[in-house]
């Protein structure tokens, strides 16, 4: 039988001290500032109990909507012309829609596995792309026509295809996309109307041989005049018979050894060819080429016997596939409409000579601006192309989607405020403001920012437009967890000894789904691979070995990160998971979730623009304050030019006070305030609310919501500072916490 323990020795206060040192202490000790830090987002503010409360974290999720996960085999129109997806790095210049010129790469992230679709358009092109792509379209709806950013997964899910089989959705071209300046050996005019007319399969290679109509020549020569080189001449030989009537003979002198340095001696009409400098110069170069290849093989609409004389499109025919091709994507890159070409096969019997056979690949189109020279047609041309290119920007119709199974996929973040870039074929696609705000609220209370840049999106500009000054920003532009550990925490320390008021320093990483651990890279950037759950292991040492230094000096942090879909989710359960792992759902006090919804548009100078979207915002965990119910359909600017940036502060504002019995709402729309008629009608009570400081601030008070003013005088009213730092303060590294951990051959480091 087993004999029984005697009892257990009941240790004392001073032994308990003794064995666990400062590891336990009294709840009623420990000391705590009571200070948040708060947005300019009043009801974002209440929903959270005041903001953040310093030393806490809050994480903000939003959609993965990057919209831009392309194949690794995807083409991108870079400012030196196409290259794959998966051969992008940063710092490449790819093509801004928007402005047509070249914009730079700042962000380059592997989305792995993603479902893939093609989608094919009314004028034969076609590209490939992930569901959650976004497309800006244009749709009618009820009778009038309306334009929406979409999700490929959102047109799948309205249909593309309307109940009388014509299209729903269309896609906006490009506007004119000004490459870099290339040194052109040749006017692009000139080898434009080259490689329409001229004779090239000559042993003169110095003489260039045109045959014009005599009611072209005139305009031809004056227009080939303009553009000759020093030394060159243009000689007309006069009116000549040939197989299609009379024509005017000139001869183009001067041009042979640039004609050579092109590789363009010799070449016959089916083996011509636009050289690789002419096709990616500037849009007012390639827009004069344009010129001399319709100006010489171009012919307007079709003008035949009871058809209009004049008419906004042009057709182009040759006999050179790769010619045509290239013309093709010349109009697509100078923002016209332009069908896929077609091949056909052609007889001609001219008297005295034998019957010709020929293939000539056959296209037509339309331009938002006349892209003739020549007199005539130029006349031709300009009747109706005012009228008809109101209609262009939107031409190419959705007609087809496909699903094509997974794909190894990219997506790449531009410098632009839009995000938006060229796929293949010129098809147009469509990249943290509360942040900003909480960035902006810091300084206003004397504190300090660093900023993790771990998606090289931060822009001075975009900043200052968000209230916030460059000047106390300190930016960390890494992406390797390890390194980001040991450089806030440094950087933590430092900007506290400096502030010595309880001042707050903020902590935002941008962004989470941007970072990884350095093998990890190493190992992608040497053979592509990594290892399976790295970044998570990585993350789960930074916030074990951070958390305890930056609740210690009061470092409040925000974290961008991702939401995405869990996969093998049962029925009925949330299958929206965030990126890195558990461990910072795990840390964070504070988690609220964004989702987008509809775009914001306003009346300026008779258009509507599109100033901003539609949020809502939900807490998916909150430790720090009571639950607080969502903020639905926020409006949220981003657009300086038409409206003020950033969150709507009185938004929601009227409901919180409402709720809280501090003003009195009327079945009538009549808000009162301790019996007081303040406004009738909720638009005017919104707009008092936004002009009167005083009765705002006053509401506010009596609503307990936290502002920049109220946290500022908390501050001021603190004489202990709750933040002080040690001359030589200890914090575990992250690196000693690696190394720990991990086995290492003391050799091999040596």
């Not at 709840?27 to 109990?49: D, H, I, Q, R, V």
């Not at 999700?151 to 000004?178: A, C, F, H, Q």
Request: hydrophobic share 35%; net charge positive; charged share 30%.
């Amino acid at each position: 039988m087993a004999k029984k323990k005697s009892g257990i020795k009941v240790p004392t206060k001073n032994e308990l001290i003794k064995k666990y040192g400062n590891i336990i202490v009294s709840a009623n000790n420990t000391k705590e500032s009571g200070l948040w830090l708060p947005s300019t987002f009043f009801a974002f503010n209440y929903t959270t109990g005041g903001g953040i409360p310093f030393g806490k974290i809050l994480e903000i999720v939003g959609e993965a909507s990057s919209g831009k996960a392309i194949p690794l085999y995807g083409l991108v129109l870079t400012s030196n012309g196409w290259k794959k997806m998966g051969e992008l790095n940063l710092g490449d210049e790819v093509m801004d829609p928007v402005s047509g010129n070249p914009i730079k790469i700042t962000g380059i992230y592997p989305q792995g596995l993603q479902p893939i679709y093609k989608v094919t358009f009314r004028d034969g092109t076609s590209t490939e792309c992930s569901e959650d792509h976004l497309w800006e379209v244009r749709f009618r709806s009820h009778s009038e026509w309306k334009h929406q950013v979409l999700t490929l997964k959102e047109i799948l899910k309205r249909g593309y295809i309307k109940r009388d089989g014509g299209y729903k959705y269309s896609i906006p071209s490009t506007v004119p996309l000004n490459f870099h300046k290339r040194e052109l050996p040749i006017h692009p005019y000139i080898l434009g109307y080259i490689l329409g007319d001229g004779s090239l399969n000559n042993k003169k290679i110095n003489r260039i041989i045109f045959n014009i109509g005599v009611e072209d020549a005139e305009s031809f020569q004056e227009n080939i005049t303009k553009f000759l080189k020093e030394g060159a001449t243009l000689e007309d030989k006069g009116i000549r018979e040939n197989p299609f009537g009379k024509a005017h003979r000139f001869i183009l002198k001067g041009y042979g050894e640039e004609i050579k340095e092109l590789c363009l001696n010799g070449k016959l009409s089916s083996d011509k060819f636009i050289p690789e400098d002419y096709m990616w110069s500037t849009s007012e170069d390639r827009k004069y080429l344009l010129a001399g290849l319709l100006d010489s093989d171009g012919t307007i609409g079709n003008i035949q016997k009871n058809r209009a004389k004049y008419s906004s499109r042009f057709r182009y025919s040759s006999h050179s596939e790769k010619l045509i091709n290239q013309l093709v994507q010349l109009v697509r890159s100078l923002g016209g409409f332009i069908t896929e070409p077609k091949k056909r096969k052609r007889e001609r019997q001219f008297e005295g000579y034998e019957k010709r056979v020929s293939y000539e690949i056959k296209t037509g189109g339309r331009l938002p601006f006349n892209p003739f020279m020549l007199s005539r047609k130029r006349f031709q041309y300009e009747d109706k192309v005012s009228k008809a290119s109101q209609h262009l920007e939107y031409r190419r119709a959705i007609v087809k989607i496909e699903y094509l199974g997974k794909r190894e996929c990219q997506c790449i973040k531009v410098d632009s405020e839009r995000g938006l870039f060229m796929l293949n074929d010129y098809i147009v696609t469509h990249n943290t403001l509360i942040a900003y705000n909480f960035a902006y609220a810091c300084q206003q209370l004397g504190g300090h920012v660093i900023w993790v840049d771990a998606e090289q999106s931060w822009m001075n500009s975009w900043a200052k437009e968000n209230g916030v000054d460059p000047e106390k920003v300190t930016l960390i532009n890494d992406t390797r967890i390890e390194y980001i550990a040991d450089a806030v925490a440094d950087l933590a320390i430092y900007y506290r000894s400096q502030l010595t008021h309880n001042e707050p320093i903020l902590l935002v990483i941008d962004s989470i789904a941007a970072m990884d651990c350095a093998d990890n890279i190493d190992s992608k950037l040497i053979d592509g691979k990594a290892e399976m759950g790295g970044r998570a292991k990585a993350l789960y040492k930074y916030f074990r070995v951070r958390s305890e230094l930056f609740y210690r000096l009061g470092i409040t942090q925000i974290y961008i990160n991702q939401l995405r879909t869990a996969l093998n989710v049962g029925f009925g359960k949330d299958s929206s998971v965030s990126t890195g792992g558990a461990a910072l759902g795990f840390y964070a006090s504070i988690r609220a979730a964004f989702y987008s919804g509809k775009t914001l548009t306003i009346k300026s100078k008779g258009k509507d623009r599109k100033v901003g979207k539609l949020v809502t915002i939900r807490l998916i965990k909150n430790k720090v304050a009571p639950p607080r119910p969502t903020i639905s359909k926020c409006p949220v600017y981003f657009n300086p030019k038409f409206h003020e940036i950033g969150f709507d502060r009185c938004y929601s504002l009227e409901d919180v006070l409402v709720e809280n019995d501090i003003i009195e709402k009327s079945s009538g729309g009549v808000y009162k305030y301790k019996g007081n008629v303040l406004a009738r009608g909720e638009e005017k009570f919104q707009k008092l609310l936004e002009e009167d400081d005083d009765l705002r601030r006053k509401l506010l008070r009596a609503a307990e919501i936290n502002t920049i003013g109220t946290t500022k005088k908390k501050i001021d009213k603190l004489n202990e500072n709750y933040y002080p730092v040690e001359e030589d303060i200890e914090y575990e590294s992250y690196y000693e916490s690696y190394t720990e951990e991990e086995e290492v051959d003391e050799d091999e480091i040596s």
